[in-house]
């Protein structure tokens, strides 16, 4: 084996080994932000005209988030009739 060769196989274990190492780091920075995703407090929301509860876990939004011209699918009332109800 030459010089040559040994670079050529240093050269791709080193590709392979970096490669991992990205799949890694990405799988890892992956699992991190679910995790500070699922520890987020998530609220109830009540419309003070209907009753209807506006769950951010179910509706995967966050009732602060919603636009400003949302309006309650029940009743029609705007967001600022909206008290928390935890």
Do not use: H
Not at 22 to 37: G, M
Not at 65 to 73: A, T
């Amino acid at each position: 084996m030459d010089y040559n060769d040994f670079n050529i196989i240093i050269m791709f274990l080193l590709n392979i080994i970096l490669n991992n190492l990205k799949e890694f780091e990405f799988s890892l920075l992956y699992r991190i932000y679910n995790l500070k995703k699922e520890e987020k407090y998530m609220a109830k929301w009540e419309c003070t005209a209907c009753g209807y509860i506006y769950d951010e876990a179910e509706e995967d939004t966050p009732f602060e988030d919603l636009p400003d011209d949302w309006l309650c699918p029940v009743c029609g009332v705007d967001n600022n009739g909206y008290p928390i109800t935890t």
